[in-house]
């Protein structure tokens, strides 16, 4: 009788008495702080933060220390995984009657710029996993580097092989841009960043755009996870193929390269000559006129790698649900950085802490989910989504079978606007969550509104290896998401992605920030609370009505089948 009353009581509480779903998700709306995500922001960014340094494992420190202090279990997951840091670079520029010019590929700070002392422990601009070697050779003028544009030098008669590749950023992938290069016969391969695209107006600190000094780095590692263990995890002991048939893989670049600056760029294409290259092929205004060449601009190019086994943490934090513990809905974002990462990626780490905060209130006014909520803060995205590959790897058969949703936030402030992206069973949900969050550059609007008034007003979808969602579509099949309020910002990957450029341009109030992390949460919310999962798969259904339409055959008859007419 005590256990019967009991188990009515319960009944009776849970369906009268405790708050329904609609009630946390409100009050977690309510509780957005902007000086919190700020601080964390700060404290995040304090340093440069590449994957494996001392500097990243003390912002690892930060997540684990606020995760914690909420009561919430987190633990740090390590992996040891192949890196890629430059021990020498150097680039000269010379041509017939012309004494030869070294770049000095360092990028300026500033006047006043409180981030000059710690700007020391920026990482040298190189691209990661490019092959060690030399070349000096004729400059080819590449354009975006991408294969149609090869193509085209092929038709004008534009001999790439051997010469030194320049192209510039803007339509592909980097990795794209060298193995490009490297297919159409390049000895080396050099990558600018263009003034039209990237400086239109005031450069940073007197605009948001890239400062004429600034350099975009980055990866150029072509798969995702750790390239000495590709398909299984990277635990301590594990096997693992040698470094140099990791480096040897169609995935690695094969040949040197190095990014440089939109100076540096416009100055070696000053002397090259050759046709005019196309219209769509020009700089900005005020720029030189852009030639095909080859030459008589010679390049002389030298890099020197080092690809080391080195230890990643990626930090694990739990509230585990009440009526279905053994489901999940995991939340991520990385925190490794190429230089101080206020964008990309600490200020979606700033959100994910922000969002854990007001979880821990709503936990504080009697709120358990239904079902368990993960919250993953990775390291070593930018060398090639490795901690998040690593850790799907190897908890792959728990995670294909109680993952209810991955919800990812990678450059979480960029600007203005909405971007979103997702498997097509959460386009509605999507929606739904926007239109309860309010527009943090209008306070009378919701994020809805400033979503479909924006360019990307279209939920994108999760394809390539863009972000940490990667290996859990890709790899296990799990629903997915990817948002961000801003679509891309001029110093992405350059020593300027520091707090000073977010407080200034990206997110003055940090409104943006509260923005994210309310709708971030408000579907986890809703995926975790719910008794019946929000999926809409009517989105699913027209998807593949454009992309995958059906041609109906006859049905044969019995007379018609092999088996039968033999």
Not at 267 to 281: F, H, N, S, T
Not at 325 to 330: H, K, S
Not at 376 to 388: F, H, M, P, T, V
Request: charged share 20%; glycine share 10%; with cysteine.
């Amino acid at each position: 009788l005590p256990l019967l009353v009991g188990a009515l009581f319960a009944t009776y509480y849970h369906l009268l008495v405790a708050p329904a779903p609609s009630y946390y998700q409100s009050l977690f709306l309510s509780l957005g702080s902007n000086d919190t995500a700020a601080a964390h922001l700060r404290a995040l960014t304090v340093r440069p933060h590449l994957a494996g340094t001392e500097a990243n494992a003390l912002a690892a420190d930060h997540v684990v220390s606020t995760l914690s202090s909420l009561s919430f279990p987190t633990r740090v997951t390590p992996y040891e995984v192949l890196l890629s840091y430059p021990v020498g670079r150097s680039l000269s520029l010379s041509a017939p009657g012309r004494d030869a010019t070294a770049f000095a590929l360092v990028q300026d700070t500033y006047p006043g710029d409180p981030y000059a002392a710690a700007s020391a422990e920026v990482v040298p601009t190189f691209l990661a996993y490019a092959a060690s070697g030399s070349a000096a050779a004729e400059v080819v003028y590449a354009n975006y580097g991408r294969r149609e544009d090869y193509a085209y030098l092929a038709s004008r008669g534009v001999n790439v092989t051997g010469k030194v590749a320049l192209a510039r950023y803007g339509k592909v992938y980097r990795g794209d841009i060298v193995k490009n290069a490297r297919d159409a016969g390049a000895a080396a391969a050099v990558i600018f960043t263009d003034p039209k695209d990237y400086t239109p107006g005031k450069a940073f600190p007197d605009g948001p755009w890239m400062p004429p000094t600034g350099v975009q780095v980055g990866s150029t590692f072509k798969g995702v996870g750790d390239p000495t263990t590709p398909m299984w995890a990277s635990s301590e002991g594990c096997e693992r193929v040698s470094v140099a048939k990791a480096m040897s893989t169609h995935d690695m670049p094969g040949i040197p390269a190095l990014p440089v600056s939109g100076r540096d760029g416009e100055e070696i294409l000053r002397l090259v000559g050759g046709d005019v290259a196309p219209e769509d092929w020009q700089g900005g205004d005020g720029a030189p006129v852009y030639r095909l060449g080859p030459g008589p601009a010679v390049l002389n190019l030298t890099y020197t790698g080092n690809e080391t086994i080195a230890t990643i943490q990626n930090v694990i934090s739990v509230i585990e649900g009440k009526e279905e513990p053994d489901r999940y809905v995991i939340l991520g974002n990385h925190r490794d950085a190429w230089t101080f990462g206020a964008a990309d990626p600490n200020s979606g780490t700033a959100a994910l802490l922000e969002l854990a905060q007001r979880l821990s209130k709503l936990q504080n006014k009697g709120w358990r989910p239904r079902r368990t909520i993960i919250l993953c803060n990775w390291d070593a995205e930018e060398y090639g989504l490795i901690g998040s590959t690593e850790w799907v790897e190897e908890n792959r058969a728990m995670l294909t079978s109680r993952t209810v949703a991955y919800l990812n936030v990678d450059v979480g402030v960029s600007g203005s606007g909405v971007d979103a992206s997702a498997t097509p069973q959460l386009d509605e949900l999507l929606k739904q969550a926007s239109k309860k969050v309010q527009n943090p550059d209008n306070g009378t609007e919701s994020l809805y509104d400033l979503w479909m008034a924006s360019d990307s007003s279209l939920i994108g979808r999760l394809g390539g290896g863009g972000s940490d969602y990667s290996a859990f579509v890709q790899h296990i099949g799990i629903p997915s998401v990817d948002m961000a309020i801003g679509s891309g910002y001029a110093v992405y990957h350059s020593l300027y992605d520091d707090f000073t450029w977010m407080e200034k341009y990206g997110d003055p109030m940090f409104r943006r920030h509260v923005a994210v992390a309310s709708i971030w949460g408000l579907v986890a919310l809703r995926l975790s609370d719910e008794e019946i999962l929000p999926f809409n798969y009517s989105s699913y259904a027209t998807e593949l009505e454009v992309t995958c339409p059906l041609e109906l055959s006859p049905i044969p008859t019995f007379s018609e089948l092999s088996i039968f007419s033999q």
